[in-house]
């Protein structure tokens, strides 16, 4: 690689992607709710999971933010972060939920209860369980931004939860505990369907922005990592790349990248990459697929257990086609 062709090279691998600031408050709210009902089920039987994606019969996958099993109940929780002020309309018999911003822009989210509601129907036609494993679920919203301004009307509802109501239903607040002898046989066997389940995958740019979505298959110029990623596509639960940067060492030698590959046991292989190949992803909510090139990643972990059948069709992992 000539000496031009180095220093572009370099350049093209500082280029930085800065966090978007809608979505880090988002997430710093998902993480806050998260880390408090952790540490609100420590030492129990209860389980938490986060971002679950439970597939429909259409093959869609609804996304669940946080699902908690444990006591008598089983929490769906539905977490928005907004801000500014909020209202329902009822426009034939359905729903609406407004959010008025302080941009003076409005924002229609639709029919958010019955969504979570919905949820909820479909994680337990996903179940299957017959009646005696049946299990009492919960549907819920909490609108964690007191920023936000909401009537009192909604507040009320019994499908309206504030982040006090949680605490009080978490065994570590004081209260009996149900589950103190360990999960019941339907929480046991609920607990094992959303284990089989998966979440989103993250992608890390450099720079600090972050996108959760499906990372479905690398570029074959990419390198060894190519073939290494179509090998062990199913074990990958994280791949670092690692890359100096400096465009003084550039004057004097080729940048490269190196890919770090892990498993649940920890690192099993290290390759080199080609900076302009690339993997092909969709960011969560979006329907097209993206490409992002190796030379712009810093690291990726994968939790959404789809893979790509090299026609560009997504699909599981044989390990959970059942779902």
């Known amino acids: 690689m000539w000496f031009g062709a180095r220093l572009r090279e370099a350049w093209l691998q500082r280029i930085k992607f800065p966090p978007i600031g809608h979505q880090v408050a988002g997430r710093e709210a998902e993480e806050h709710l998260t880390k408090i009902i952790a540490a609100g089920i420590e030492g129990t039987y209860w389980r938490m999971w986060e971002g679950m994606r439970i597939p429909n019969k259409d093959g869609r996958r609804?996304?669940?933010?946080?699902?908690?099993?444990?006591?008598?109940?089983?929490?769906?929780?539905?977490?928005?972060h907004w801000?500014?002020?909020?209202?329902?309309?009822?426009?034939?018999?359905?729903?609406?939920?407004?959010?008025?911003?302080?941009?003076?822009?409005?924002?229609?989210?639709?029919?958010?209860?019955?969504?979570?509601?919905?949820?909820?129907?479909?994680?337990?036609?996903?179940?299957?369980?017959s009646e005696f494993f049946a299990v009492e679920m919960l549907p819920f919203v909490i609108f964690s931004n007191h920023n936000l301004a909401v009537p009192d009307s909604v507040v009320a509802?019994?499908?309206?939860?504030?982040?006090?109501?949680?605490?009080?239903y978490l065994p570590k607040s004081g209260g009996n505990d149900p589950s103190k002898d360990g999960l019941s046989v339907p929480h046991a066997a609920l607990a094992a369907t959303l284990d089989r389940l998966g979440s989103w995958d993250t992608l890390h740019h450099?720079?600090?922005?972050?996108?959760?979505?499906?990372?479905?298959?690398?570029?074959?110029?990419?390198?060894?990592?190519?073939?290494?990623?179509?090998?062990?596509?199913?074990?990958?639960?994280?791949?670092?790349?690692?890359?100096?940067?400096?465009?003084?060492?550039?004057?004097?030698?080729?940048?490269?990248?190196?890919a770090e590959l892990f498993d649940e046991e920890g690192m099993f292989e290290v390759c080199e990459v080609e900076p302009g190949g690339y993997l092909n992803y969709r960011g969560a909510g979006s329907r097209q697929r993206k490409t992002l090139e190796w030379r712009h990643i810093?690291?990726?972990?994968?939790?959404?257990?789809?893979?790509?059948?090299g026609d560009g069709v997504p699909r599981a992992p044989t390990d959970y086609s059942k779902q």
């Open 62 to 80: 609804r996304e669940v933010d946080c699902i908690v099993v444990g006591g008598e109940k089983v929490l769906m929780i539905e977490q928005k």
């Open 298 to 309: 810093i690291g990726m972990e994968f939790t959404s257990r789809i893979v790509d059948d």
């Open 157 to 168: 509802r019994e499908d309206c939860w504030s982040l006090t109501d949680i605490l009080d």
């Open 83 to 129: 801000s500014g002020e909020m209202e329902i309309i009822t426009e034939e018999g359905r729903e609406r939920v407004l959010q008025h911003r302080r941009s003076g822009d409005t924002m229609d989210h639709g029919d958010v209860f019955g969504t979570i509601k919905l949820k909820t129907t479909i994680l337990q036609h996903h179940h299957g369980a």
């Open 206 to 258: 450099y720079g600090g922005q972050q996108t959760i979505g499906d990372i479905y298959s690398v570029s074959e110029n990419s390198g060894h990592l190519a073939s290494l990623f179509k090998q062990h596509r199913e074990r990958i639960t994280k791949i670092k790349i690692l890359a100096d940067r400096s465009l003084w060492k550039a004057i004097i030698k080729r940048p490269t990248l190196t």
